[in-house]
């Protein structure tokens, strides 16, 4: 889960003294002492590939080179597979779409949300994953986010009708919150319609129908 992981992270950044990771901090460490932070063998030759293939690398050619080119590099890495070139894409390309199906807190959010059934084929997770673009991300960290709400116990949607437009009338809208400030605060849709009124809210994406973020 993202609060494991999130507890090593820091155990392991309080070890080497750092506010963030650096190449240095694994450089010198053999596979076993970087097992021995809180990772699996696995974890830890990971990142020794990693560095080995970062240092045969020109980062800046790398980052202009086409998805496909980058995924058939990385995916030669120990350890990487496709679920890890999709995080890279998402947080580290800054590509806005990205839908990761090997992500299992996305599959469990759009199965609990009726979006796909629970044995839908990973075809049906990425054809229902479309209807996002061009902003697969964006709706991939909302549907994170929802489920580590859920975890604790927090409100996470609200759901409600649009009165008042063609375009939205008798659709769903599935309204995932990112709560600022905890005041109790409206989000309204241009025709008046609050859909949401317990939390302020930063981000909002219509799952099943917004084909752009400008269209809400």
């Not at 901090?25 to 097992?35: T, Y």
Request: with cysteine; aromatic share 12%.
């Amino acid at each position: 889960s993202t609060l494991a992981a999130t507890s090593i992270k820091e155990k392991m950044l309080e070890n080497f003294n750092e506010k963030k990771f650096k190449i240095e901090n694994f450089e010198k460490l053999s596979v076993i002492q970087i097992k021995n932070l809180g990772l699996s063998l696995n974890k830890a030759k990971s990142i020794k590939a990693v560095i080995s293939w970062l240092e045969m690398q020109s980062m800046k050619n790398f980052f202009n080179l086409t998805q496909a080119e980058r995924e058939k590099s990385l995916l030669k890495i120990f350890g990487i597979g496709p679920w890890s070139v999709d995080m890279f894409e998402m947080f580290c390309i800054r590509n806005k779409n990205i839908f990761s199906y090997g992500d299992a807190a996305l599959r469990q959010a759009m199965i609990q949300l009726k979006m796909v059934d629970k044995d839908a084929t990973q075809k049906q997770f990425e054809n229902y994953a479309e209807k996002w673009a061009p902003y697969k991300t964006h709706a991939c960290l909302h549907l994170w986010e929802m489920i580590e709400r859920m975890r604790a116990d927090l409100p996470v949607m609200a759901t409600a009708v649009c009165p008042c437009s063609p375009l939205w009338e008798g659709l769903d809208w599935r309204v995932f919150c990112l709560p600022l400030c905890g005041q109790d605060t409206s989000c309204v849709h241009p025709c008046g319609y609050a859909l949401y009124s317990t939390h302020h809210i930063d981000l909002f994406v219509v799952t099943d129908f917004a084909k752009n973020v400008n269209d809400i």
